[in-house]
């Protein structure tokens, strides 16, 4: 699949390449899908695969093996390269698979790099509405070559709130009840169905604060990279027995922190809603 990037040179900068990477991917994905595509269960029947999936996989993975060859890689569909560098890249070549395979909009390539500090940078790529979002440790997140301003820090009861919980745990009281009691501080509640989407979407300032449990690090890395980039906070912690993972303005970030773990109000004030307030 490599020969969908052989004109990449081999002196190209790391932010340059995870932008051509996902962009690539997300190319060779939607072409994959015009021509017609079937899904296959993985854990379940809202996770699944496709032939896009390990086709746009391939394709960074082979790129990445030529012009990065000392550097690790972990992809969502198997691909694995013990790092000699320090540094490892994570691909998730479809985020949000179920949305694409359904012929919905909100999925993405996303593409990490990680090294001993931690993330370094991160890149998503969204065909349906061309947004090219890239960020990290030394570089502030920009959209599509355009740099964003930091985050204005705002509380939970001010923001919207993207988040998940898939339904099969619903009966876990020790997720279902920390979870209710984040959601519920919030301004509005949003679940679109792509991590590395709705990260970016915080990043960019249209939804406050992120959360979701057990995230695997390819739906993890990229936003969160994205997200601390413009001034956000990132965090994984763990409550009543689960880790969750927590991206956002700072103080909506601690606020969603406090309720998961059950300390304090998730809305700062403890003032309660009327009844007849919309959410939105």
Known sequence: MDDHCADLPTDIDDARLALELTRRAAELASRMRAEGLSGESKTSISDVVTAADHAAEDLVAGALARLRPDDGIVGEEGAAVRSRSGRTWVIDPVDGTYNFLAGLGTWCSALALRDGEGVALGAVHQPAVDEAWVGGRDLPTSLNGRPLEELADLPLAEVAMATYLHPGVL??????????????????????????????????????????????????????????????RAEQVEAHGHTWSVAGRPTAVEQVIAALRGQGEPRGQGEPRGQGEPRG
Request: some cysteine.
């Open 171 to 232: 009966h876990v009281d020790t997720l279902r009840e920390p979870w209710l009691a984040a959601i519920a501080g919030a301004a509005t509640v949003r679940m679109f169905g792509s991590g590395s989407c709705d990260l970016a979407a915080v990043a960019g300032g249209r939804v406050g604060v992120w959360a979701q449990q057990s995230v695997p690090e390819w739906d993890w890395l990229p936003g969160a990279a994205l997200v601390t980039a413009v001034g956000g």
